[in-house]
């Protein structure tokens, strides 16, 4: 009597079987990242800046976000602080995450061995405190990646690793106007929950600040909470 059920079992097998490959291989292809524990049904959206501070970039970025009363993130390249501190503070000031990202963002350096590593993760911190008077528990990669050893030595140490699912491809497309990297944020973001998208702050993304109200609103009209990490 159990022989009719032999094939029904067989389809099951090779059915599942099929499903858990495409399941790994989609899990493989997606870049390492740590998001934010979901809330639940809500829609939410990190918007994250690397790279800076810069003087004109980081102050147009701060006006947008203060105007609109969002808090984000930025990851900061402390070496790129000197003669900024006061950019720096005002982003403390009024609220919003300082993480690491480097004190120089020069990967040979960086990653050459596990010391060197976390000699420019306490360097990064250190100008952090000192400047703005906060303890930064937020790390990104320079380069982005996964980077398994380091990601442990940074646990080890408090530390919580940060990735994107989301660009606005201001590192990505070459002199992109605001529209673009507006259109790049959108299609990037589509399906995601949460969102958490990658901007840059630093002197040469005069573009992704004014492109940023027009993010802002796109994800206000779509129903997203804003979140800082
Ligand atoms: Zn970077």
Redesign the pocket.
């Known amino acids: 009597m159990y022989r009719k059920y032999v094939p029904l079992t067989l389809v099951l097998v090779v059915l599942l079987t099929l499903l858990a490959t495409l399941g790994w291989k989609t899990a493989a292809a997606t870049p390492a990242i740590c998001l934010a524990e979901s809330g639940g049904e809500a829609k939410e959206v990190y918007l994250t800046f690397?790279?800076g501070p810069s003087t004109v970039v980081t102050g147009r970025v701060l006006d947008v976000l203060k105007a609109e009363n969002i808090k984000a993130t930025f990851?900061i390249?402390s070496d790129r602080v000197c003669g900024r501190e006061e950019i720096l503070r005002r982003a403390a000031r009024e609220g919003h995450t300082l993480g690491v990202?480097s004190a120089t963002?020069e990967y040979s350096r960086i990653y050459a061995s596990e010391e060197a590593f976390l000699h420019d993760v306490e360097k990064c911190a250190g100008v952090i405190e000192d400047v703005a008077g906060i303890t930064p528990n937020v790390y990104r990669f320079?380069?982005g990646g996964a980077h398994p050893r380091f990601s442990a030595l940074l646990s080890e140490r408090g530390y919580r690793v940060i990735g994107w699912n989301a660009v606005c491809g201001d590192e990505e497309i070459p002199r992109a106007e605001a529209e673009t990297l507006y259109r790049e944020a959108v299609k990037t973001s589509r399906g995601k929950q949460p969102v958490v998208l990658l901007l840059?702050d630093s002197a040469n993304h005069r573009a992704t600040a004014e492109a940023l109200p027009k993010i802002i609103s796109y994800y206000r009209g779509q129903g997203y909470e804003f979140r800082q990490f």
């Open positions: 690397d790279d990851f390249v990202h963002h320079p380069g840059h």
